[in-house]
Structure formats: C-alpha cells, structure tokens
C-alpha cells in the first residue's frame, strides 16, 4: 500500500512562500499524473496544479504564474513552490497521484496552509 505524506505547510503572510512535499512510500510504477490540490472551509476541492507524465503542467487561474509544481522521480517526491501568497490561498492542500496500471488513485492526508493579510 502506497502512501503519501505532505508536509511543508503553515502559517505565512500574504505576499509570503512556501514549499509543499509529498513523498511517497515507495516507487509507483506507469504514473499518468501528478498533482496538487486544497481545499477551503465550506468549499469543494479544487484543483491547483497537475504535472503530466511526459512534463507538461496544467494550473489553475488562480494561481498562474505564482505557483510551480514539480517533482524528483529518484526520491518519489512531488513539489509545489508557493509564491506572492494571498490570504485566499488558505485551504488543506493535497497531493494526488494517479496510475494506470494497476489503475489506481493516491491521495496525501493534506497539509495546512495559512495566509494571513
């Protein structure tokens, strides 16, 4: 069983940065994408960045130009580096990995991330 961890959240003023990690458990094999999202109080989840398996990203217009995902296949890690921080960036974020084969959907516990005005 995979799991997933993020950390790197926390308490920050607007215009501030932070850095999310997700690490994995072990190696997950035929990855289809990766991604971020969060999760505001009385909202749905929502989609923050996706990094493709061939390296193509995909992000939210919220967030355009602000933030950058990445990730470090030898250390089965995924980054999301958060910069100009706007208190409306407060949500639970989570990682989230997907595969093929077999077909499966991996999701981290979430981190906190607080932007104070």
């Known amino acids: 069983q995979v799991q997933l961890v993020e950390s790197g959240g926390g308490l920050v003023q607007a215009g501030g940065s932070l850095r999310l990690s997700c690490a994995a458990s072990?190696?997950?094999?035929?990855?289809?994408?990766r991604g971020w999202y969060r999760q505001a109080p009385g909202k749905q989840r929502e989609v923050v960045a996706v990094?493709?398996?061939?390296?193509?990203?995909n992000y939210a217009d919220s967030v355009k130009g602000r933030f950058t995902i990445s990730r470090d296949n030898a250390q089965n890690m995924l980054y999301l580096q958060m910069n100009s921080l706007k208190p409306e960036d407060t949500a639970v974020y989570y990682c989230?990995?997907?595969?093929?084969?077999?077909?499966?959907?991996?999701w981290g516990q979430g981190t906190q991330v607080t932007v104070s005005s």
């Open positions: 989230n990995i997907n595969s093929l084969i077999p077909r499966r959907t991996y």
């Open positions: 072990r190696k997950i094999d035929s990855i289809t994408n």
């Open positions: 990094l493709t398996s061939v390296g193509n990203t």
